[in-house]
């Protein structure tokens, strides 16, 4: 899944690519439901007693670094905590997102927070998409 052709993401978040290009991507993985793919072909893998390679796999994670992890969770725990107006997210409830993080005992660095923002804007972009 290449960042120029992500259908999820406008000019403007995709120029914002060149910062958190890759946990875009696991966003992007992750919002297109390919997560929910893996889940159940795991099942069927237990169920079976079949294994496959995962790494060969085309609908597989993509790479997380390390320093994105404390964002990635943060997004995972708190991307129910949305804002709304007019019957539409407007963004995410930060006091909500900020309680999530101390009971995790995530640090809330300024790097974790724009990775936070990049996340929350791709959201924001996907489901104004939906629309």
């Avoid at 929910?36 to 099942?43: F, S």
């Avoid at 069927?44 to 790494?55: M, S, Y």
């Avoid at 709304?84 to 974790?112: K, M, W």
């Amino acid at each position: 899944m290449s960042g120029a052709g992500d259908p999820h993401l406008s000019a403007d978040l995709q120029r914002e690519r060149g910062r958190g290009k890759k946990l875009l991507t696991v966003w992007s993985w992750w919002a297109e439901g390919r997560n929910r793919y893996c889940a159940l072909c795991h099942e069927t893998q237990d169920r079976t007693g079949v294994r496959h390679d995962c790494q060969s796999c085309e609908d597989r994670c993509p790479e997380l670094l390390p320093e994105n992890g404390p964002a990635w969770k943060l997004w995972l725990l708190a991307n129910t905590q949305w804002r709304i107006g007019l019957g539409a997210p407007v963004g995410l409830d930060y006091p909500a997102v900020l309680q999530i993080a101390a009971i995790h005992g995530i640090e809330v660095t300024p790097a974790v927070f724009g990775k936070l923002r990049r996340l929350e804007m791709g959201e924001m972009e996907r489901l104004r998409k939906e629309g």
